[in-house]
């Protein structure tokens, strides 16, 4: 729908018609908001719709809900539209833009299509679980997969009073930290009184009657009055790559920086494409509001007859569980390793205030960097309120390829209310370009 | 003190004898600390003190307080020095450091001797004002100056239970901000019951004994039970003019990149300096404890052989008056006509997080930029918890001379706890693209 507001920004009805077509009975909404749905934080479903199906048809684009779009011909420059409860159809089209977003995983596993169990991806999943929560009072949540989402749904089924019990294949939550960091996360996460159990994986769920009552894992049944799936997502490339469009290694549908996909008048946006990352130099498939929107909005412009461009993402992320702050940016070390760095690592301790700031709080800030260069490579951040934002600023060094020592002398803000005389950042900087020195023969 | 610690940390007492004078009973401490040691937060002046003499001592620093140096011979390479109660003595050198800080402005006006009237710059000063406070319990309270260190005692009055008024020669409060920022500052300010007087030149002070009693302007006389002052400091340069070291136009000791002066030898650090301003590329002298630190450590590590620099500062500060948040970097509107930049500027309204997120708080980012190129010139932000530090990502981005164009791609964290879809930075950044595209032919 950016795509589609962007264009009509600069063509006008008269000369570009625009047709879009949506599965579900929502568009335009913040799906990374539904958590704090079901938190309570937010009060209304409606809240989290930026502009309303009304809204799109005023601006004169031709919104059709419950319409999914099953195939794309190029050589007739149409797709193949089923509407819910109507005869499919085809609608051509000069230009197209794919927005098909992302597909959740779901566990191929005996019992997985029990009521009770509950993917939270779409608005509708939202309210779904909503309907859920307030019909059957449930008291046992297990949540299966500990990375964003899952540590933010397990947070709202703390606040909303649930026993929690989240578990994970991996040995750690959050894979896309290093482990020392989300040994940070996980000793959070029990101290919220989330019972997590980690190299846990899932084997099955019980059932009574069409219900679930328990997950089956390697450490025995866990009791589960609800269950929520937090197993990341897919790129949702599937009609594209049917209709012969180039997908990537990533999975992800490949675009050039405008957002072109390998055939003529196709663009691509959001959870189903690949883009650059800007460290490894690697197309990745990242699954995030903020580039998907900043995708759309630069295929709309592009499609409107001007010229944006996405030039490609170093990898941020930031998620809040409780009162702690998660923070990463760029690669992680394993990641670095994969993709041919040799590296160090620095971890400092510091305050998000001035130490005799009242409302000091700690801060564990990680730095990623190459063995030679001293380059920035990555950076992580734990901490409590205050603490997650700073990793704007490791972003931006990171996008401009900053070393550690050049970033001990960048103008960061300082007042005591804010940070300490040197700001965690700087620290960080500081004391990876010192580990530097010691590397170097 | 950083100099010294930093140059012990490399070069040990039998390598290098380090003696160091303070004028004062007090080193190491926050400066910037004051005015919320004066409100309460801080509840102990020793809270402020980083590192006690004792613990210098420790480090084979032969710290000398109450101990003014009050000439400098780099023909004889000594130091003349007077200590309080005692003799006049020389004390040679090999290696001179000057870290003689700044000088307070302190009006030339009737009665500005009087009791009552208080400085904040040292801890002393602190200190004192404490017991003023402590001793006369005033009601009134006139604050002189509108800059950061005024509204920070501005606020610190108000919430002792103080009436303020706050008064000012120029026409706004935050010089350091455009007017139209600035203006928000001053709502603010009004807001929280402080009496700001602007275009409101100080006459003079009414007396009763040697104690003051109110503060003459051009609008009358505003009753006052004590007075603070806070006009600003220019670099304390004076003992190093007269040895002949060279002193800028800024009135701040020259110094390169490593922290020398124009004297062989002869290093200096702190608000006594200037240095590079990397948008203007002009000398400038900025009074900032962050900026003190870091030039104190490089200079320390040079003179301990190492190899540390203070590439230049963008003009990144931040402050806190009550819930409200003030940031600014790079150059304002005034400053970059000075310096020659021809400019445009947008001013965007955001919030802090989602819009749909409890805690949603108002952001106003202003963005400078100059007008052919849409290079980034400056930014200055005013909102509430959560709004300030942005400016960080801000000031790395004016360190690589980044477009507003580029900036609009910035991979910046985004989760709806801590932003909306599109940070306030990045809509700014957009605002002003937009805006660029507008003005070409």
Known sequence: MSAASQARRRRKPDDLRIVAFEKGQHVSYSACGIPYLVAGDVADPDDLVARTPAQFRDLGIDLRLGSEVVGISLDDRSVTVRPTGG?????????L???????????????????????????????????????????????????????????????RGLQVALIDAADQPMRTLDPDMATLVADALRGLGVDLRL?????????????????????????????????????????????????????GITVDRRLRTSAEGVW??????????????????IALGTHANKQ??????????????????????????????????????AEAAAAGFATFSTVTESTTRAGYFPGALPITTKIIAE????????????????????????????WHGMTVE????????????????????????????????????
């Not at 005869?87 to 230009?95: K, M, V």
């Not at 009770?116 to 949540?143: C, K, N, W, Y």
């Open 87 to 95: 005869d499919p159809y085809t609608e051509p089209f000069d230009q």
């Open 97 to 159: 833009v794919i927005a098909t977003g992302g597909v959740p995983a779901r566990p191929d596993v005996p019992g997985a299509g029990a009521a009770g169990i509950h993917g939270v991806q779409t608005l509708e999943d939202g309210i779904r679980l909503l309907s859920f929560l307030e019909d059957h009072q449930p008291r046992r949540a297990v949540v299966v997969g500990a990375g964003y989402i899952g540590l933010e749904m397990a947070e709202a089924m703390i606040r």
């Open 199 to 251: 190299s846990c994986p899932l084997e099955g769920f019980d059932t009574a009657g069409d219900r679930v009552t328990g997950v089956r894992t390697a450490e025995g049944v866990l009791p589960a009055d609800i269950v929520i799936l937090g197993l990341g997502t897919r790129p949702n490339s599937g009609l594209a790559a049917d209709a012969g469009i180039a997908v990537g290694a990533s999975g």
């Open 268 to 285: 691509a946006a959001g959870d189903c494409v690949e883009v650059l990352h800007l460290v490894s130099q690697r197309p990745t498939a």
């Open 296 to 333: 759309g909005r630069a295929a709309g412009i592009n499609i409107g007859g001007g010229y944006a461009t996405f030039p490609g993402v170093v990898g941020t992320a930031v998620s809040k569980i409780c009162a702690y702050e998660v923070a990463r940016t760029g690669l992680s070390t």
């Open 371 to 398: 063995r030679t260069t001293g380059r920035l490579l990555g950076a992580q951040i734990v901490g409590q309120e205050g603490a997650a934002k700073r990793i704007d600023a490791l972003a931006v060094a990171l």
């Open 406 to 441: 050049e970033m001990t002398g960048l103008d960061l803000s300082y007042a005591p209310p804010f940070a300490p005389v040197w700001d965690p950042v700087l620290i960080a900087a500081r004391k990876a370009a010192e580990q530097l020195a010691t590397l170097k023969p």
